[in-house]
T-cell receptor, first 113, second 114 residues
Framework: AQSVTQLDSHVSVSEGTPVLLRCNYSSSYSPSLFWYVQHPNKGLQLLLKYTSAATLVKGINGFEAEFKKSETSFHLTKPSAHMSDAAEYFCVVFKAAGNKLTFGGGTRVLVKP | DGGITQSPKYLFRKEGQNVTLSCEQNLNHDAMYWYRQDPGQGLRLIYYSQIVNDFQKGDIAEGYSVSREKKESFPLTVTSAQKNPTAFYLC?????????????FGPGTRLTVL
């Protein structure tokens, strides 16, 4: 069985400071992992995905994530937060049957001026 | 513009009534999905369809029904049997089955049962 745990339900950062969103997964085989972002009352947008190529994955809007198999982690980072980064972020693991995604509980990011 | 449209954006329903949520895509994707999102929770899969005239139950299918008569359309009916239907509903599509295929999401429909 696969599962995803996002370790922080809320993260608050100041504009211009780094952002770290933590995600741990469990999977019986080498997983495909994604980070999605959701702005209020909107659909989800893909930030980046890991599919067993390079362990450091660069995404849109300056985000990147590092796959660490030994730690079963896929943390999302950004060097400098922008006000527009205020949103909810979901760590997601792919489930083989039917292209199904298993979602973490989400991390809501607040960016202070 | 290519994309996924969902309508309506907000929907109110009286208890005991069935209601149908629309999802249309012009991305020529084979697979389509319906998710439910509740406050503070991730998305949970209701139904998915990999091809026209075929669909499978997801993790929380009870009280919901779907059809897939056209490639572009995957409507979701919330029936009166769904005990707690108030939620944000998201439709998604992808090229086909496979781990490398990104799912594209629509803007969502917020359903409130009065």
């Amino acid at each position: 069985a696969q599962s995803v745990t996002q370790l922080d339900s809320h993260v608050s950062v100041s504009e211009g400071t780094p952002v770290l969103l933590r995600c741990n997964y469990s999977s019986s085989y080498s997983p495909s992992l994604f980070w999605y972002v959701q702005h209020p009352n909107k659909g989800l947008q893909l930030l980046l995905k890991y599919t067993s190529a390079a362990t450091l994955v660069k995404g849109i809007n300056g985000f990147e994530a590092e796959f660490k198999k030994s730690e079963t982690s896929f943390h999302l980072t950004k060097p400098s937060a922008h006000m527009s980064d205020a949103a909810e972020y979901f760590c997601v693991v792919f489930k083989a049957a039917g292209n199904k995604l298993t979602f973490g509980g989400g991390t809501r990011v607040l960016v202070k001026p | 513009d290519g994309g996924i449209t969902q309508s309506p954006k907000y929907l109110f329903r009286k208890e005991g009534q069935n209601v149908t949520l629309s999802c249309e895509q012009n991305l020529n994707h084979d697979a389509m999905y319906w998710y439910r999102q509740d406050p503070g929770q991730g998305l949970r899969l209701i139904y998915y369809s990999q091809i026209v005239n075929d669909f499978q139950k997801g993790d929380i299918a009870e009280g919901y029904s779907v059809s897939r008569e056209k490639k572009e359309s995957f409507p979701l009916t919330v029936t009166s049997a769904q005990k707690n239907p108030t939620a944000f509903y998201l439709c998604a599509s992808s090229i086909r089955e496979g781990s490398y295929n990104e799912q594209f999401f629509g803007p969502g429909t917020r359903l409130t049962v009065l």
